[in-house]
């Protein structure tokens, strides 16, 4: 038995690796050290998986668990990612060199940017700036014969007739999938449901440029519902048990903003100003710390611009409407 000065303090024990369902483990990946902010997921199996990396700047603290977990250096057969921002896979280079087993599964459109991440870090080197190396890290290369594409419908066999489904979901971007865990039930949804912190109880989309889609987003939504899942796994922030309550709320709450937006589009008004007038009243009650953060990650003007450009790109002009 742990003597008194062993047992964990309250902050660490909500930091600890913690087991929401058969078999699967959320681990807080501590973008930037914030808690409660970024999860992974490790599914356990003959072949165990990790759901999700987490920024390169969360590499030692996911490693850190990963050994808690008794996941050695040979243990972890492979890492999925739901797609290739940053805060997701910003560490998979680094986890693959750690773990030299480990097939990296990816989205057919994300494949290439981890064999050869350049391009994506210089386009985020232009979106965050100083925040790029501050908070998220870059991304180190995989070495291609490492990396499986995920097709929709595609299985990844985690052993004992255990098996993850990927389900294709744009709409928040062209390369993300969502992956469905045939033995707990729970569908691991990256970002296509929006961003939900413990801490904030507030859902917001998150629809960034350059890929959002509304009508892919919705869809993409649709096609988790039919597969009735037990729960979802959001990567920000962990497990949400009444799936088709937080669908419904994730749709009405993407439709709402996707109307303000458009509305000020066709206006010509300033979205992002649209949607603070509109929206920033629901983070009233969250603690200014906590609000910062999650303006940080999923601001109103990265939500903005991303409607902006889906609305540019429609082929449909403002002045008509």
């Known amino acids: ?24 483990t959320e681990i807080d990946t501590l973008l930037g050290g914030w808690e409660r902010v970024t999860a992974g997921y490790l599914i356990e199996g003959p072949m165990p998986l990790l759901v999700e990396t987490g920024s390169q700047t969360s590499v030692p603290a996911l490693l850190e668990a990963l050994a808690g977990a008794g996941v050695g250096p040979h243990d972890l057969a492979a890492v999925a990612v739901t797609h290739i921002h940053l805060d997701h896979a910003g560490g998979v280079g680094d986890v693959a060199r750690a773990f030299p087993n480990a097939t990296v599964y990816v989205h057919p459109k994300g494949a290439r940017h981890l064999a050869d991440p350049g391009r994506l870090v210089r386009s985020a080197a232009l979106v965050y700036g100083d925040l790029l ?4 890290g870059r991304l180190d290369p995989t070495p291609e014969e490492r990396i499986t594409v995920l097709d929709d419908g595609a299985v990844i066999d985690v052993g004992n007739g255990r098996t993850l489904t990927a389900v294709d979901s744009p709409g928040h971007a062209k390369h993300h999938v969502g992956l469905h865990d045939s033995e707990s039930g729970i569908l691991f949804v990256g970002d296509a449901v929006g961003v939900r912190l413990p801490d904030a109880g507030v859902l917001r989309p998150s629809t960034p440029p350059p890929d959002f889609d509304l009508d892919q987003a919705l869809t ?26 937080l669908l419904a709320e994730a749709e009405e709450t993407l439709r709402s903003w996707a109307g303000v937006a458009e509305r000020a589009w066709r206006d010509g008004r300033d ?16 603690d200014p710390a906590l609000r910062e953060k999650l303006e940080t990650l999923n601001g109103i003007h990265s939500n903005a611009a991303g409607f902006r450009r889906w609305l540019d790109t429609r082929g449909e002009d403002p002045a008509r409407g």
């Open 220 to 245: 993409s939504m649709h096609r988790f519902a039919e597969r009735r899942p037990t729960g979802l796994a959001l990567a920000h922030y962990g497990l949400i048990g009444d799936t088709d309550a």
């Open 1 to 24: 038995m742990p003597t008194l000065k062993e047992l964990p303090t309250p902050r660490e024990a909500e930091r600890m690796p913690t087991q929401i369902g058969p078999g699967v």
């Open 271 to 286: 979205i992002a100003e649209a949607l603070a007038h509109e929206f920033d009243r629901d983070l009233d009650l969250v």
């Open 133 to 136: 190396d501050s908070l998220y």
